[in-house]
């Protein structure tokens, strides 16, 4: 998968279309990635012994390709490329060419 946790990335369908948000978790065998303050779901909870109970707020998964990463250096979303550099399998953005992390 393209998208790692800790990528910049921009909603580009559904109805938080156009926000932008850090990848908290990736989820590669579901092909679904957790973007902080995207897609926010609410569960509601039972009280229990030494817990409250009440309306719980926390961001679901998102299909990964319902985002781009943005690129670091023009700020701009980008597709993701890979590429070989001193043998070792890097990211890049096609964008601007540029080696990501």
Do not use: C, W
């Amino acid at each position: 998968m393209r998208i790692k946790a800790g990528d910049k990335v921009l909603v580009i369908t559904g109805k938080d279309k156009g926000k932008e948000g850090t990848v908290l978790k990736s989820l590669p065998k579901l092909n679904k990635v957790v973007v902080e303050g995207i897609n926010i779901a609410k569960k509601h909870r039972k009280a229990s012994q030494g817990q409250t109970g009440g309306i719980e707020e926390f961001p679901a998964p998102i299909h990964v390709s319902n985002v781009k990463l943005i690129d670091p250096e023009s700020g701009k979303p980008t597709r993701v490329g890979y590429r070989f550099e001193d043998g070792k399998k890097v990211r890049y953005a096609k964008v601007s060419d540029k080696t990501i992390n």
